[in-house]
C-alpha cells in the first residue's frame, strides 16, 4: 500500500520533469485558447465555458455545457478528451512536485497528505476489486472519481506509474465517450417534453458537486447532534 513512497508520488527521481511537461501542456492549451479567442472569439467563449463547467461540476456539467451550445456529439467527445487528458497530466505534475516540496512548505503537505489519505480510505475498500475496481471508479463521473484521484488509488495499491496511468486514463476515455452519448440521447427526449428544460439539468450538473458537499455536511451535522443527545440522555 505504500509504494509510492519510494521516491514520490510519480515513482520517478527528477520531480522537476513531470512539472515543466505540465507548464508545456499549460502554455500549449493557453495558446490554443488565444488563437481561437483572436479567430473565432464566441467559440473561444463556448470552450471557456465548459472547461468553466467541468472545474465546478465535474464530468457531466461540462458534457451538458457542450450539449448546450449545440456542439456535435463527436466534437464535445473530442474537446472533452483533449482537455482532460492535458488536464489530468498537468495536475499529476502539480502533486509530483508539491509532493517533494511537502518537507518545506506545511500548506503543500496538509494539500498533498489530504488527497492521499482520501486515496488509501478508497484503496482499502477497493483492494478486493484489484484494477476493476478502479476502472469502475474512474468509469463513473461523480465528484472525486475522475482519473486523478483514480491514479492516486492505483499508486496506493502499488501499482507503478505507467501501470497507474494505464488504468486511469483509458477508464477516462471510455466514460466520457459512454456518457457524452447517453446524455446526447437524454438531452433530446428532454428537449421533446419541454423546450429548455435541458438548461436547468446542465446548471444543476454544475451545481451538484456544491449542493452534495453541502447535503454531506448538513448530514454529519445532524449525525453528531443526535449522537451528543443520546449521550446527555444516558447520563
Not at 213 to 224: C, E, N, P, V
Amino acid at each position: 500500500m505504500n509504494s509510492y513512497k519510494e521516491k514520490n508520488i510519480l515513482g520517478i527521481n527528477n520531480e522537476k520533469i513531470p512539472f515543466f511537461i505540465g507548464l508545456v501542456l499549460l502554455f500549449i492549451e493557453i495558446c490554443i485558447i488565444f488563437v481561437i479567442f483572436v479567430s473565432k472569439p464566441s467559440l473561444a467563449l463556448k470552450l471557456i465555458s465548459m472547461v468553466t463547467a467541468f472545474h465546478l461540476g465535474g464530468r457531466l456539467a461540462i458534457i451538458g455545457a457542450g450539449l448546450e451550445f449545440n456542439f456535435p456529439t463527436a466534437t464535445i467527445i473530442l474537446i472533452i478528451l483533449a482537455y482532460l487528458t492535458a488536464f489530468l497530466l498537468i495536475m499529476l505534475s502539480v502533486i509530483g512536485f508539491l509532493w517533494v516540496k511537502a518537507k518545506e512548505f506545511k500548506l503543500f503537505k496538509i494539500f498533498v497528505e489530504t488527497r492521499m489519505k482520501k486515496a488509501e480510505k478508497r484503496a482499502e475498500k477497493m483492494k478486493k476489486w484489484s484494477w476493476i475496481g478502479i476502472v469502475a471508479f474512474v468509469w463513473m463521473p461523480f465528484p472525486m472519481t475522475g482519473a486523478i484521484m483514480g491514479f492516486l488509488i492505483a499508486r496506493a495499491e502499488g501499482y507503478k506509474t505507467i501501470p497507474s496511468l494505464t488504468i486511469a486514463i483509458p477508464s477516462m476515455w471510455v466514460g466520457v465517450v459512454c456518457w457524452t452519448i447517453w446524455f446526447d440521447e437524454l438531452y433530446k427526449v428532454i428537449e421533446r417534453i419541454g423546450h429548455g428544460l435541458t438548461t436547468y439539468i446542465t446548471l444543476l450538473l454544475v451545481a451538484f458537486p456544491f449542493i452534495s458537499s453541502l447535503t454531506g455536511m448538513a448530514i454529519k451535522k445532524t449525525r453528531s447532534l443526535i449522537k451528543k443527545r443520546k449521550t446527555q440522555a444516558t447520563k
